[in-house]
């Protein structure tokens, strides 16, 4: 059986041929970007918004389901990170729950948030219940899509084999990304998914395939691993387990599936779209679950969020090991152009003046700004992942989920400022709940439930006022 370090000099690893393809497959990502805004400006002559914000409404099944895919997966030193210290509970926490969601927003949300014609999930509430309840969901929808979590795993990659500091290493990650991706709207970063999507599925592939044939299967990993990694809710209670339900139903209300929904040529297109998706990402969390256990069964004392990286690089062969590196790295940069390119959109879109709307030059200063704010909550969550999803995501969900669905699904309206009023009672008693509850209440209660909890009680509780208020 080989011998692992828990903290290998990853450089020492590599061979001039996982250079070669390492750099081949980076500068064939870049390229497809340059060659996105190319095909955009030949097609058309000028910049055209709808063009550049949702591709005109022209992205087909294969480009959905590559760029939809790809863009879900930056986080993946986070998932890894989760499955190393807790098993399966990973599978469950980030792959089950989402599966759910993912399914009802194709069976149950495509047709009815198409049929608006809107741009993005903003301009829908806006159209939905009126012009406060869409910058109120900007502002939310903004910070939910900051992309700091990716900055975070990019900075992550660069300093586990360059040995800069964490800081300089997002820093120059960051620069190099922002390099290409303010060019060519979407386009762009559909088709530089395209390439991200075979690298980083293939790689994770490869990752569970030689770790199967070296070590063994299930038995190696029981053997080897406590019993709570093969518990569902591993060593967490059932309410701490249930918060990822929670935060998973946020996917109704993600922009970034509203984006690829409002960019698909038809409603036909997005529901096969996702639930096609739904089965490549069930392959993929898979592989990556089990890869990070394999991980902690074979190197314990390695750091948790570096240790499928460092597990991996020396697990595989030559060549296959830059092909695994270029894998990472493709699943962190397809996410992280998507989020800034998402969030300078919401910035230059959502919360500025119609005439701001049609400067170019606008919308790539948008982008710049989003990826610096990013570096600064980066350093504000001191790197930590697990805790930036949990925190936004939750904001996100527990402010916005309850009265998008009950527009969605109700056919009682409720007005522009009942939406606004909503969400923002949610924020503040949450924020209230983090600031004043006990530890163990908060460790018992989730702030999630609480801004759930208070936007259902403001809503009906409102209506309930003012029907009282109209009889009388």
């Given at each position: 059986?080989?011998?692992?370090?828990?903290?290998?000099?990853?450089?020492?690893?590599?061979?001039?041929?996982?250079?070669?393809?390492?750099?081949?497959?980076?500068?064939?990502?870049?390229?497809?970007?340059?060659?996105?805004?190319?095909?955009?400006?030949?097609?058309?002559?000028?910049?055209?918004?709808?063009?550049?914000?949702?591709?005109?409404?022209?992205?087909?099944?294969?480009?959905?389901?590559?760029?939809?895919?790809?863009?879900?997966?930056?986080?993946?030193?986070?998932?890894?990170?989760?499955?190393?210290?807790?098993?399966?509970?990973?599978?469950?926490?980030?792959?089950?729950?989402?599966?759910?969601?993912?399914?009802?927003?194709?069976?149950?949300?495509?047709?009815?948030?198409?049929?608006?014609?809107?741009?993005?999930?903003?301009?829908?509430?806006?159209?939905?219940?009126?012009?406060?309840?869409?910058?109120?969901?900007?502002?939310?929808?903004?910070?939910?899509?900051?992309?700091?979590?990716?900055?975070?795993?990019?900075?992550?990659?660069?300093?586990?084999?360059?040995?800069?500091?964490?800081?300089?290493?997002?820093?120059?990650?960051?620069?190099?990304?922002?390099?290409y991706s303010v060019?060519?709207?979407?386009?762009?970063?559909?088709?530089?998914?395209?390439?991200?999507?075979?690298?980083?599925?293939?790689?994770?592939?490869?990752?569970?395939?030689?770790?199967?044939?070296?070590?063994?299967g299930m038995s190696?990993?029981?053997?080897?691993?406590?019993?709570?990694?093969?518990?569902?809710?591993?060593?967490?209670?059932?309410?701490?387990?249930?918060?990822?339900?929670?935060?998973?139903?946020?996917?109704?209300?993600?922009?970034?599936?509203?984006?690829?929904?409002?960019?698909?040529?038809?409603?036909?297109?997005?529901?096969?779209?996702?639930?096609?998706?739904?089965?490549?990402?069930?392959?993929?969390?898979?592989?990556?679950?089990?890869?990070?256990?394999?991980?902690?069964?074979?190197?314990?004392?390695?750091?948790?969020?570096?240790?499928?990286?460092?597990?991996?690089?020396?697990?595989?062969?030559?060549?296959?090991?830059?092909?695994?590196?270029?894998?990472?790295?493709?699943?962190?940069?397809?996410t992280l152009d998507?989020?800034?390119?998402?969030?300078?959109?919401?910035?230059?879109?959502?919360?500025?003046?119609?005439?701001?709307?049609?400067?170019?030059?606008?919308?790539?200063?948008?982008?710049?700004?989003?990826?610096?704010?990013?570096?600064?909550?980066?350093?504000?969550?001191?790197?930590?992942?697990?805790?930036?999803?949990?925190?936004?995501?939750?904001?996100?969900?527990?402010?916005?989920?309850?009265?998008?669905?009950?527009?969605?699904?109700?056919?009682?309206?409720?007005?522009?400022?009942?939406?606004?009023?909503?969400?923002?009672?949610?924020?503040?008693?949450?924020?209230?709940?983090?600031?004043?509850?006990?530890?163990?209440?908060?460790?018992?209660?989730?702030?999630?439930?609480?801004?759930?909890?208070?936007?259902?009680?403001?809503?009906?509780?409102?209506?309930?006022?003012?029907?009282?208020?109209?009889?009388?």
């Amino acid at each position: 059986m080989p011998t692992f370090e828990s903290a290998p000099d990853i450089l020492s690893l590599l061979t001039w041929l996982d250079w070669s393809i390492f750099f081949s497959i980076l500068f064939l990502t870049i390229a497809f970007v340059f060659y996105g805004d190319l095909r955009a400006k030949k097609t058309i002559n000028k910049f055209d918004l709808i063009d550049h914000l949702i591709m005109g409404r022209r992205l087909t099944t294969p480009f959905f389901i590559a760029t939809l895919v790809a863009t879900w997966y930056g986080g993946i030193f986070g998932v890894t990170q989760i499955a190393f210290n807790k098993g399966i509970y990973n599978f469950i926490t980030q792959g089950v729950f989402w599966y759910i969601a993912y399914i009802i927003f194709a069976l149950f949300l495509v047709d009815k948030i198409t049929s608006y014609k809107a741009v993005t999930l903003p301009d829908l509430i806006h159209k939905m219940f009126g012009p406060k309840s869409g910058k109120i969901a900007a502002i939310f929808n903004f910070f939910n899509v900051l992309p700091i979590a990716y900055v975070i795993s990019l900075g992550l990659f660069i300093k586990s084999f360059s040995g800069f500091d964490l800081n300089v290493s997002m820093v120059l990650g960051l620069v190099c990304v922002l390099s290409y991706s303010v060019w060519g709207g979407l386009r762009s970063i559909v088709l530089s998914d395209v390439i991200q999507f075979f690298v980083m599925c293939i790689g994770v592939f490869l990752v569970i395939g030689f770790s199967v044939s070296t070590f063994g299967g299930m038995s190696f990993l029981k053997s080897s691993l406590p019993t709570h990694y093969f518990s569902l809710t591993s060593d967490e209670s059932i309410l701490q387990t249930l918060i990822w339900g929670f935060i998973a139903l946020s996917t109704l209300v993600d922009p970034n599936f509203y984006q690829r929904c409002f960019a698909a040529r038809d409603t036909i297109t997005a529901k096969k779209g996702i639930l096609i998706s739904t089965g490549v990402w069930i392959l993929f969390d898979l592989s990556t679950t089990f890869g990070a256990m394999y991980a902690k069964a074979v190197i314990p004392d390695a750091n948790s969020g570096e240790a499928y990286l460092f597990y991996s690089t020396q697990l595989l062969p030559n060549g296959l090991r830059g092909f695994f590196l270029a894998g990472i790295l493709a699943t962190i940069l397809s996410t992280l152009d998507s989020y800034l390119f998402l969030a300078g959109t919401t910035l230059t879109y959502d919360l500025s003046s119609e005439k701001s709307r049609k400067n170019p030059i606008f919308h790539y200063l948008g982008v710049v700004f989003v990826g610096a704010l990013s570096l600064v909550f980066a350093n504000f969550f001191e790197g930590n992942i697990k805790m930036v999803w949990k925190t936004l995501g939750s904001y996100s969900a527990g402010c916005l989920l309850f009265p998008v669905l009950i527009g969605h699904f109700s056919k009682r309206k409720f007005s522009d400022e009942s939406f606004m009023g909503s969400c923002l009672s949610a924020a503040l008693v949450m924020t209230l709940w983090q600031i004043f509850a006990p530890k163990a209440w908060i460790q018992q209660l989730d702030s999630l439930y609480i801004g759930i909890l208070t936007s259902c009680i403001f809503l009906f509780g409102l209506n309930k006022f003012l029907k009282r208020k109209s009889h009388s």
